[in-house]
């Protein structure tokens, strides 16, 4: 049962409900997307949140913020948030923007007992699903419950210990939705604070700054170890061979600030009433925006 668990938790990657010729966006995709996922967003380059682990892309990349996608509306048919909700202070303008690109999607994070046993400083929420329904706690602190966390039960217990190994999905929130994400938050008067001012993540890297030009050191991908790792790199082969189709910017993409269509030139996604003009390589930025006085 035990060695069952962990291969239904490893394949909760590949059962996705959403048809072959669905359009599927990975937002935070970090070090390991989704083998299925077609375009990946993500605005942190280094893997400091990351445990040290680097950003893949082996696919469509777009650089720009969780709260401010640059996507028209339900540009995509499926939508992956898998760990970074948790990262998030502001979870109602997230959720409302995967729900405005999404037609459906998937939500995954630790949950709230997980929080509590094992806390993460960079996390600052607190999240169940009960009844179909996120039940969302803002951090007023990196440690919510300092009794719980100083016990150890996880390294010391070795009962809790196998639970928590084998058992997996029991201390994550995974989360399907079409249409529309019910959710409350229990505490929305809380800002995070500290998260803001505690994160070493507040400024992110942007790919010139720790790149330059030589896009090639960006082309990373997830190798893995033992079974898991080869099946995840066979999985990316075969859809990456899906995936012969070029995806054609101009059809998926808005301006994140007027959310309007973006015309294009060599080199950078324009949109006019903003008078705003976005890098379009190696990669879509969004992050930042050029001066106007390219345009007319």
């Not at 989704?34 to 082996?58: C, F, N, T």
Request: hydrophobic fraction near 35%.
């Amino acid at each position: 049962m035990e060695s069952l668990n962990k291969i239904l938790w490893a394949l909760r990657k590949v059962r996705l409900p959403v048809s072959m010729d669905g359009l599927v966006l990975d937002v935070g995709a970090g070090s390991c997307p989704y083998p299925r996922s077609d375009v990946l967003l993500d605005r942190h380059v280094s893997g400091e949140h990351r445990h040290g682990a680097g950003l893949v892309v082996d696919r469509p990349l777009v650089y720009a913020d969780a709260l401010r996608m640059p996507f028209r509306d339900k540009a995509f048919e499926f939508v992956v948030a898998s760990h970074v909700m948790e990262h998030i202070p502001k979870p109602e303008v997230f959720l409302q923007e995967l729900m405005r690109v999404g037609k459906a999607g998937y939500i995954e994070t630790p949950n709230a007992i997980f929080e509590r046993m094992s806390p993460y400083t960079t996390h600052c929420l607190e999240i169940m699903s009960i009844e179909n329904k996120l039940v969302i706690h803002k951090k007023s602190d990196p440690v919510q419950d300092p009794f719980f966390r100083d016990l150890q039960i996880i390294v010391k217990n070795k009962k809790w210990k196998k639970l928590f190994v084998y058992d997996v999905e029991m201390f994550h929130v995974r989360y399907f939705w079409r249409d529309t994400i019910q959710f409350e938050i229990v505490n929305p008067d809380e800002q995070c604070d500290w998260y803001e001012i505690d994160n070493p993540n507040k400024q992110c890297n942007c790919m010139e700054d720790v790149f330059g030009d030589d896009a090639g050191l960006l082309e990373k991908t997830y190798s893995g170890s033992g079974w898991r790792g080869w099946g995840l790199r066979n999985l990316r082969k075969y859809y990456r061979w899906r995936r012969r189709k070029p995806i054609e910017w101009l059809d998926i993409l808005a301006c994140p600030e007027c959310k309007g269509a973006l015309s294009c030139t060599e080199d950078f996604f324009v949109c006019p009433p903003c008078r705003r003009i976005y890098r379009a390589k190696p990669h879509p930025n969004f992050i930042s925006y050029e001066s106007s006085s390219l345009l007319p």
